[in-house]
């Protein structure tokens, strides 16, 4: 019987119409939140699919693969999937399917929320106002958008639902992006830079980029310097893309004007952490991806991805592209 071993859960509530799903398919479905290797060969030495609704690391690495000795397919709701081991899944012609249009909507509204909560310090003024104080001027706007320059890091799916969503304020929108042409850029409205000439012109930057080696601190001490002083960075993608202990130093010499996260290397905060103490710092709880649909929305898709690999049919989004895939899979029509 198809087996899939539903390994990680970032505390995602779980509606009953998954599992009742999966057995109608034919297919055994055990949920179990892993955490050590024990559990992994308690619960999964025997699945053909492995299925996350979390970034956890550490369970899908080299070490665990000896484990996994029937998985064929590995499914990480949403767009990242830095928490799995690609060079030890595909070497093992072990699929790693995603789902990324899920987020695409929800996050860019979120991040598009943070410039501007950034920019227009509503939250600022939100927390002066409940500790007594009503004085538009503690806490002005740092600019405006209308013809602003905007950067971004990255232009996938969230890079462009963000450009068409911004499409009315006539910003100036630049992009780094390698694996784009200048071509594709332009057709968008936008202009194809190097990320040095991003980080000296943008007065906002936003960060819309996968993590990976490449992208792993491209936002550190050097590209800080390089920035404008009224610069407000925006990371909804992925914590360890910005060097944060070199944004810390920057928000604390006043280098950069502001910063709104999404994500952080290390969460939730410490009550003593140095980010609390940035009035010009705004943070967000990985909420990108959320949207009214919640919970279902985050099961929805993959569910389907998964019924459709029971058949062994090729799933329509495959995050280690070029993967010769263990199972005799058939193309989608």
């Not at 029971?310 to 592209?321: E, H, L």
């Amino acid at each position: 019987m198809f087996k899939v071993a539903h390994i990680a859960n970032d505390n995602h509530p779980l509606p009953n119409w998954v599992s009742e799903k999966f057995e109608k398919a034919g297919i055994n479905y055990v949920f179990h939140d892993c955490h050590t290797r024990k559990e992994l060969e308690k619960y999964a030495a025997d699945a053909d699919v492995l299925f996350l609704t979390s970034s956890r690391k550490g369970l899908v690495v080299e070490e665990n693969m000896d484990i996994f000795k029937k998985v064929g397919s590995v499914i990480k709701c949403g767009s990242g999937t830095d928490n799995i081991d690609h060079y030890a899944c595909t070497k093992r012609g072990i699929i790693i399917a995603h789902t990324p249009d899920d987020p695409t909507e929800p996050t860019s509204d979120h991040i598009i929320t943070l410039l501007f909560t950034a920019v227009r310090q509503t939250a600022r003024q939100d927390r002066l106002i409940r500790r007594g104080i009503w004085s538009a001027q503690e806490a002005l706007p740092l600019g405006q958008f209308t013809g602003a320059d905007l950067g971004l890091i990255g232009f996938g799916r969230i890079g462009k639902a963000i450009t068409k969503k911004l499409s009315g304020f006539d910003m100036n929108i630049r992009v780094y992006d390698p694996y784009l042409d200048e071509e594709t850029i332009k057709s968008l409205g936008c202009i194809k830079v190097e990320l040095n000439e991003l980080l000296k012109i943008s007065q906002y930057i936003l960060t819309v980029c996968p993590l990976n080696d490449e992208t792993r601190g491209i936002i550190g001490e050097e590209a800080f310097q390089i920035m404008r002083k009224d610069a407000v960075l925006v990371n909804g993608a992925r914590a360890g893309i910005i060097n944060e202990e070199a944004l810390k130093k920057n928000l604390r010499e006043e280098w950069i004007k502001a910063a709104a996260f999404d994500v952080l290397e290390n969460h939730p905060l410490n009550p003593d952490d140095e980010y609390l103490t940035f009035e010009n710092m705004n943070f967000t709880p990985h909420l990108g991806g959320y949207h009214h649909d919640y919970p279902d929305a985050i099961y929805t898709t993959c569910v389907e991805v998964i019924i459709e690999m029971s058949k062994m049919q090729v799933p329509k989004w495959i995050a280690n592209k070029g993967v010769v895939p263990k199972w005799n899979m058939q193309e989608r029509v």
